[in-house]
Every structure is written in structure tokens, then in C-alpha cells.
């Protein structure tokens, strides 16, 4: 299983940036999907989930309002969009797949339960 994440860059805060994350390997459309982040010398946690189908999706506080997770099954890709950015969400942004299959009422969100991961893509933020 290979994903591939891409999407990352610059952005004045208020700005906003798309990510994507394009899979092979993997039935696409049978698995959740995530992104997580991790900012300089903090721990990687997570942004927003998206069930198989894509019916199902699950954000974290902080982004709620501000960030879409959508996916395209037909392209295996997962999209992050983002809006409203803030240097606060300064990241590496990771997209991950888990190796057990997921309902669709429920998406994981620990890191631990996720065992694919993109190589990560930089999101900077500037004031």
C-alpha cells in the first residue's frame, strides 16, 4: 500500500490550500480515510476522517468550519481543503489508511489505529 500525499505550501494566514492523497494497493473505497498533522516538536494528531463511502466524516475541534475532507473513489484520492488558515495550523500533513475495515458509523481517530501513512506534505502558515 502506497499513499501519496502532495498538495502543501505557503499561504498568508486567511489563505487556504488543498491537499490530496492519491492511494494504490488498497481497495480504495472499502477503507477510511485520514489526516493527520504534525507541528514542529509536537506529537502527530489528528485533523479529519472519511468513511468508505464517504458519507460518514469526523474532524477534530479546531478545524471544524474550517476543513473539508472529501474523497473521489474512482481516482483513490482523498482531499484535505482547507480554508480560513492560521499559523497555528504550521504541519506536516499526513494521509493515512487503517488495516482493519471500518464500518461506516464509525471512524477511527487515534493514530494507533492507522497503519498507512503518506510521506507528509508542509503546510506554513504565515502572520
Known amino acids: 500500500v502506497q499513499l501519496q500525499a502532495s498538495g502543501g505550501g505557503s499561504v498568508q494566514a486567511g489563505g487556504s490550500l488543498r491537499l490530496s492523497c492519491v492511494s494504490s494497493?488498497?481497495?480504495?473505497?472499502?477503507?477510511?480515510m485520514a489526516w493527520f498533522r504534525q507541528a514542529p516538536g509536537k506529537e502527530r494528531v489528528f485533523m479529519a476522517a472519511i468513511s468508505g463511502s464517504g458519507r460518514t466524516t469526523d474532524y477534530t475541534d479546531s478545524v471544524k468550519g474550517r476543513f473539508t475532507i472529501s474523497r473521489d473513489n474512482a481516482k483513490n484520492t482523498v482531499v484535505l481543503q482547507m480554508h480560513s488558515l492560521k499559523p497555528e495550523d504550521t504541519a506536516v500533513y499526513y494521509c493515512?489508511?487503517?488495516?482493519?475495515?471500518?464500518?461506516?458509523?464509525?471512524?477511527?481517530?487515534?493514530?494507533?489505529?492507522?497503519?498507512?501513512w503518506g510521506q507528509g506534505t508542509l503546510v506554513t502558515v504565515s502572520s
Open positions: 493515512a489508511a487503517p488495516y482493519l475495515y471500518y464500518s461506516e458509523s464509525k471512524n477511527p481517530t487515534q493514530m494507533h489505529e492507522y497503519d498507512y
Open positions: 494497493g488498497l481497495p480504495f473505497g472499502r477503507y477510511v
